[in-house]
């Protein structure tokens, strides 16, 4: 399906420091731990390439030759994040090949084992801002701390974000933000270089939606959730 509201173009965010998983990162880069034999970094690309994805952009750092190394013939594009100023800037700086319309977000320090989220968030995309969440369950619930957390919805429509507590676990059998995401130019029209707050306002407006994905959802970006992406890849 041709047209503006296509998701042509999936956006890899690769720039942050990852000071949580610096002990395990290789050649300075978190996102080429490896997992079941290959880069968290490559597990991402061949999601969503899985997912008909042929257009992929990585936002990289100036400070990581080795992801521009590794990626030199992979047939994806490159991009540097000069500094680390969070998400929503990462993503901007690759607007610049993927130009305007929706656009995939996808994490490489978030994992799935059992099912392909970016595949699901395409097919129940219909051309509002849609985030994957999971339910938070037992046993790989207890690595997570409280952030992302909706604590009101209607139908399909997110109308509450709770704050960051990254201070608590996360409440078991509650929903959460999952590190897969579709932005429209919505996003950019309410965007104030805050990712939250930002969806905060389209939630107020009722303009974001969300698509429940039922499978184990692993946070690879701190080590007791590295240690369980080793046992459920490997098991």
Known sequence: ????????????PAAGLGTRMSENAVLGCKELIEIKGKTMLEHTIEELEIAGFEQIVVVSSPNKPAIDEVLSERGVEIVHQDEPNGLVDAVNCARNITGR??????????????TNPSARLLADYSGETLLAVVRVEKPWGLQLKDTGRITKMEGRKILEISDKHPEKDFPIGELRITGRAIWTEAFWEFNDDNEISTLRKLASEQKLLYSHVETEYIDVGNP????????????
């Open 1 to 12: 399906m041709a047209g503006p509201n296509q998701v042509n173009w999936a956006v890899i």
């Open 101 to 114: 319309g929706p656009c995939m977000i996808a994490l490489p320090d978030v994992m799935f084992p059992d």
């Open 224 to 235: 007791k959730g590295y240690q369980y992406a080793q046992s459920i890849f490997n098991r």
